[in-house]
């Protein structure tokens, strides 16, 4: 498992922005998949967004879909999650992962798929 580190989360307003950070402090994420996933307590975890190490095409799950985005840094160890109009019910722990598969074109945003796991970031969304 190689280290992954999230960063970014907070306390937003409904309607409000957050950029979360995952970053790869020794290696290069230019061709990993690489996915955002988040957790409430009591429930499982979800896969909210991932975007292809072969050729950075993204899949957006309906929940987030034309809120969030994901993308890459300029720096190639890091990689965003942009979350826009943000709702109450995006409260949760948000991890990163990531896992490398040079001949899958499509990225996952099934847990399985992913050999390592940033600590999590607490997104908390209240007035």
């Known amino acids: 498992q190689l280290r992954i580190v999230e960063s970014g989360g907070g306390l937003a307003q409904p309607g409000g922005s957050l950029r979360l950070s995952c970053v790869a402090p020794t290696f290069t994420l230019k061709h990993y998949s690489v996915g955002w996933f988040r957790q409430t307590p009591g429930k499982e975890r979800e896969g909210v967004l991932c975007?292809?190490?072969?050729?950075?095409?993204?899949y957006a799950a309906d929940s987030v879909k034309g809120r969030f985005t994901i993308s890459r840094g300029d720096a190639e160890n890091t990689v965003y999650l942009q979350m826009d109009n943000l709702k109450p019910e995006d409260t949760a722990v948000y991890y990163c992962a990531t896992y490398f598969r040079p001949v899958q074109d499509k990225c996952s945003t099934m847990e399985t798929e992913y050999d390592s796991w940033g600590q999590g970031t607490q997104v908390t969304v209240s007035l």
């Open positions: 975007m292809s190490g072969t050729d950075d095409s993204t």
